[in-house]
């Protein structure tokens, strides 16, 4: 049975990027230009704020103030769950080194970048999480410094509880500057801040393309589409609760797709009749995002199996992935294209957004299908090294003369040819591309 579309989706996730891309272009090249000046002039215009860029030890002291005691308890309990599992990430990653073949050793060691640039949201909602999830993880993997930049609200400043998040998270410097401008300074090492390495966070479309245009000259954590969520359903599933988790991820954005796919015709119908109720008793902002997707993004499938289920959710190869059905050691070994995956009723796309302890950066429009999420992995380059006895080179050096010759790379050779020529001068090497 082919897959049927019960809701199909009106439009599609990628945007209109042509407009986008023209004045990030032009911001960028301004600030490469002029730096500071040129930072400082965009953070007026756009970010509407006076105040202090660089929150001082005051500053922070102040926004500290401003939280409520359960609300700190609530963002150490999460920075603790991101901190652990990151701590175990990085223990995955060690330092090795093997003799390849007797005298000739080579290894790998796993470096931290030095400097990293953490992108905090705080346009629509304001993302605590996000500070949590960034700078923890850039903390365990060992960066040198790490940089927060998140948009000013007009008359406070950096939303105290982000302040605060970021702070206990391990961040070094806290910047009340947003958009591409903000990502340019941490990029350009500008504002008295240390040149970013690699910059991550999510962020809206403007954010999203500066990263990208600078990623080259900065690392980046990836290329970020609107925030997308699928659902993998069977019979045994509770309508409510699906429909209640497709609503929360929806409220992202207008333009967020969420997707279910199910083997049951009747939980689809139960669940397509359930979701408008559900929307509509959001508050208005929320309910406003939550309908234009649902309207415009959403699709409901219908599948014959789970295998087939399988297969469709490979395809759209989705940011989060739920699966609401029996028999879940099946799906975590048959599954292969997600961001984050949640198994069973139990954990929802919610938990690990905020406080379960996976990070909540994830790939979208589908580059699920090469690559994973934020991890201290990230902040980590693996980088190789060799050394070797003279015998240990001899061969090495006479397969590199012969390879290096038959590319027509007579530099090359000659490097080889040198060492075997110093190292061995009573022996004799055919060292001719045909030997």
Same mark, same amino acid.
């Given at each position: 049975?082919?897959?049927?579309?019960?809701?199909?989706?009106?439009?599609?996730? %990628?945007?209109?990027?042509?407009?986008?891309? =023209?004045? /990030? +272009?032009?911001? !960028? *090249?301004?600030?490469?230009?002029?730096?500071? @000046?040129?930072?400082?002039?965009?953070?007026?215009?756009?970010?509407?704020?006076?105040?202090?860029?660089?929150?001082?030890?005051?500053?922070?002291?102040?926004?500290?103030?401003?939280?409520?005691?359960?609300?700190?308890?609530?963002?150490?309990?999460?920075?603790?769950?991101?901190?652990?599992?990151?701590?175990?990430?990085?223990?995955?990653?060690?330092?090795?080194?093997?003799?390849?073949?007797?005298?000739?050793?080579?290894?790998?060691?796993?470096?931290?970048?030095?400097?990293?640039?953490?992108?905090?949201?705080?346009?629509?909602?304001?993302?605590?999480?996000?500070?949590?999830?960034?700078?923890?993880?850039?903390?365990?993997?060992?960066?040198?410094?790490?940089? %927060?930049?998140?948009?000013?609200?007009?008359? =406070?400043? /950096? +939303?105290?509880? !982000? *302040?605060?998040?970021?702070?206990?998270?391990? @961040?070094?410097?806290?910047?009340?500057?947003?958009?591409?401008?903000?990502?340019?300074?941490?990029?350009?090492?500008?504002?008295?801040?240390?040149?970013?390495?690699?910059?991550?966070?999510?962020?809206?479309?403007?954010?999203?393309?500066?990263?990208?245009?600078?990623?080259?000259?900065?690392?980046?954590?990836?290329?970020?589409?609107?925030?997308?969520?699928?659902?993998?359903?069977?019979?045994?599933?509770?309508?409510?609760?699906?429909?209640?988790?497709?609503?929360?991820?929806?409220?992202?954005?207008?333009?967020?797709?969420?997707?279910?796919?199910?083997?049951?015709?009747?939980?689809?119908?139960?669940?397509?009749?359930?979701?408008?109720?559900?929307?509509?008793?959001?508050?208005?902002?929320?309910?406003?995002?939550?309908?234009?997707?649902?309207?415009?993004?959403?699709?409901?499938?219908?599948?014959?199996?789970?295998?087939?289920?399988?297969?469709?959710?490979?395809?759209?190869?989705?940011?989060?992935?739920?699966?609401?059905?029996?028999?879940?050691?099946?799906?975590?070994?048959?599954?292969?294209?997600?961001?984050?995956?949640?198994?069973?009723?139990?954990?929802?796309?919610?938990?690990?957004?905020?406080?379960?302890?996976?990070?909540?950066?994830?790939?979208?429009?589908?580059?699920?299908?090469?690559?994973?999420?934020?991890?201290?992995?990230?902040?980590?380059?693996?980088?190789?090294?060799?050394?070797?006895?003279?015998?240990?080179?001899?061969?090495?050096?006479?397969?590199?003369?012969?390879?290096?010759?038959?590319?027509?790379?007579?530099?090359?050779?000659?490097?080889?040819?040198?060492?075997?020529?110093?190292?061995?001068?009573?022996?004799?090497?055919?060292?001719?591309?045909?030997?």
């Amino acid at each position: 049975m082919p897959r049927e579309y019960l809701k199909k989706a009106k439009l599609t996730s %990628v945007s209109d990027a042509g407009e986008v891309r =023209e004045t /990030v +272009s032009n911001i !960028i *090249a301004d600030i490469s230009e002029n730096g500071d @000046a040129a930072v400082l002039k965009y953070a007026k215009k756009f970010d509407n704020y006076d105040g202090n860029i660089l929150l001082t030890p005051d500053d922070l002291a102040e926004a500290a103030a401003k939280v409520p005691q359960k609300l700190k308890d609530d963002i150490q309990f999460a920075h603790d769950n991101v901190r652990r599992f990151a701590e175990q990430q990085r223990a995955t990653v060690s330092d090795i080194q093997y003799e390849i073949v007797p005298g000739l050793i080579a290894g790998q060691k796993a470096i931290p970048v030095d400097a990293a640039g953490c992108y905090v949201p705080a346009g629509r909602y304001r993302h605590i999480a996000s500070a949590v999830m960034t700078v923890t993880t850039a903390k365990v993997a060992g960066c040198r410094h790490i940089t %927060v930049c998140s948009p000013p609200q007009p008359g =406070e400043g /950096v +939303s105290p509880a !982000i *302040a605060y998040a970021a702070q206990i998270s391990g @961040a070094d410097k806290i910047m009340a500057i947003g958009g591409v401008q903000a990502i340019a300074a941490m990029a350009f090492g500008l504002l008295d801040q240390p040149r970013s390495n690699i910059l991550v966070g999510p962020g809206n479309q403007f954010v999203a393309e500066a990263k990208r245009s600078l990623y080259g000259r900065v690392g980046i954590d990836m290329i970020a589409g609107p925030t997308d969520s699928l659902i993998l359903a069977d019979r045994n599933a509770d309508p409510f609760i699906v429909a209640t988790d497709l609503v929360s991820q929806a409220e992202h954005g207008y333009n967020s797709p969420v997707w279910l796919v199910t083997d049951d015709r009747k939980l689809a119908e139960t669940v397509l009749e359930t979701v408008p109720r559900l929307i509509d008793d959001l508050p208005e902002l929320n309910r406003e995002n939550a309908a234009a997707a649902w309207r415009d993004y959403a699709e409901v499938i219908i599948c014959s199996d789970r295998e087939a289920m399988a297969a469709t959710s490979d395809e759209y190869a989705p940011e989060h992935l739920t699966v609401q059905a029996d028999d879940l050691d099946w799906w975590l070994d048959r599954l292969t294209c997600y961001g984050s995956l949640f198994l069973g009723e139990e954990t929802t796309v919610s938990y690990g957004d905020k406080a379960s302890g996976t990070n909540h950066v994830l790939p979208t429009s589908r580059a699920a299908t090469y690559t994973g999420g934020l991890s201290v992995h990230k902040y980590m380059k693996i980088v190789t090294w060799q050394r070797a006895t003279r015998e240990g080179s001899k061969s090495v050096a006479e397969a590199t003369a012969r390879i290096s010759r038959l590319e027509g790379m007579e530099g090359h050779a000659r490097a080889a040819d040198v060492r075997l020529a110093k190292y061995f001068p009573d022996e004799t090497f055919d060292l001719t591309a045909n030997g």
